[in-house]
């Protein structure tokens, strides 16, 4: 495991330095947002920033392609040239993935679940086959072959409609454990109501979670600005201050935590 009470950036400029220097390694952190909000790109952008520092991670996406994931990542400029990106698209080349995984210093594995889903559409895993062991085998397989950092799931909800939550608080607590007992810094995405009126499906989340970080899109009359406030974040004392988020020069931002930028 890396060294103890290490940090993991958030490559957010302003909201850093709000966070004693970033999330303590090995946490669980929720992501959450609702539609458009950059949930994946802020999640993306901590995973390869960290792989760019010889790090590994998995990103897993359920429902958006790597396809579509990588040309948005494209279009924000992330050099992926810069990055050993591995994607897996089939279970079966699992193990040539892990031993690419492994022969490299730092890779960022792209798992796509939604390809993985079309392709098997037919076994035994079916349309409504067991989503979450399939999950769990990939990061098993990969992080037992080599050290692995860092864990993206993206996203959480729709791990929720693949797999059958009959006990939800039982199954919830088995996965962070899952995550926490493999040493991963996790992030996990979450998709709001439109109202926001909840951090996450089934709220324990919450507070199972070591940190929530929460993106918004507030309307002032007919601007809209992009707004990111950390709202807890656990061995760390932090700014819980609403910041406005921009995306400037390749770089995210968080700027007038606490201020309204209209009376600056
Ligand atoms: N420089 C940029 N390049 C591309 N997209 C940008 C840029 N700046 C802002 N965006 C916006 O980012 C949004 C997409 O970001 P992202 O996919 O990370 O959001 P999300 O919260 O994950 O969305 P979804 O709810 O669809 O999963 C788009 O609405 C896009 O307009
Ligand atoms: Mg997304």
Same mark, same amino acid.
Not at 3 to 18: A, F, P, V, W
Not at 70 to 76: G, I, R
Not at 199 to 211: C, H, N, T
């Given at each position: 495991m ?6 993991i950036?958030?490559y ?6 709000? *966070?004693?220097?970033?999330i303590?390694?090995?946490? *669980? ?16 952008? !901590?995973?390869y920033?960290?792989v760019?520092e ?10 958006q ?10 279009n924000?400029?992330?050099?992926l040239s810069?990055v ?12 040539e993935?892990a ?8 890779t *960022? ?7 993985? /889903?079309?392709k098997l ?8 086959g ?7 085998? $990939? ?5 037992t072959s080599?050290?692995c950092? *860092?864990?993206?799931?993206?996203s959480l909800s729709?791990?929720y409609?693949?797999s059958?939550?009959?006990k939800? /608080?039982t199954k $919830?607590?088995h !996965?962070?454990?899952?995550? #926490?007992d ?6 996990l995405?979450s ?11 089934y709220?324990?989340e ?6 929530? !970080?929460?993106?918004q899109?507030?309307? /002032?009359?007919?601007?809209?600005t992009?707004? !990111? ?5 656990r ?10 988020l921009?995306?400037k020069?390749?770089?995210f ?5 606490g #201020?309204?930028p209209l009376?600056?």
């Amino acid at each position: 495991m890396a060294e103890k009470n290490g940090k993991i950036k958030t490559y957010i400029k302003g909201l850093d330095e709000n *966070l004693q220097g970033g999330i303590p390694e090995g946490h *669980l952190v929720l992501v959450c947002g609702s539609a458009g909000t950059m949930k994946s790109s802020v999640a993306f952008n !901590i995973i390869y920033n960290e792989v760019l520092e010889g790090k590994t991670g998995i990103y897993l996406t359920l429902e958006q392609s790597h396809a579509s994931l990588l040309k948005q990542m494209e279009n924000m400029e992330f050099d992926l040239s810069k990055v050993n990106v591995q994607v897996l698209e089939e279970i079966s080349k699992i193990d040539e993935v892990a031993k690419k995984v492994k022969s490299s210093k730092g890779t *960022l594995v792209i798992s796509d679940l939604g390809a993985i /889903r079309k392709k098997l559409a037919d076994t035994k895993f079916g349309p409504s086959g067991d989503w979450l062991n399939a999950m769990k085998n $990939i990061i098993k397989k990969i992080s037992t072959s080599s050290k692995c950092d *860092l864990f993206v799931l993206d996203s959480l909800s729709a791990l929720y409609v693949l797999s059958s939550f009959d006990k939800p /608080r039982t199954k $919830i607590f088995h !996965i962070f454990e899952f995550l #926490r007992d493999l040493g991963l810094t996790s992030f996990l995405v979450s998709e709001m109501p439109i109202d926001q009126s909840k951090y996450s499906e089934y709220e324990v989340e919450d507070f199972l979670a070591d940190g929530i !970080i929460y993106l918004q899109l507030t309307k /002032r009359y007919r601007k809209v600005t992009r707004e !990111i406030s950390v709202v807890k974040m656990r061995a760390t004392e932090c700014n819980n201050d609403v910041f406005t988020l921009e995306y400037k020069n390749k770089k995210f931002q968080a700027t007038f935590g606490g #201020r309204t930028p209209l009376v600056e």
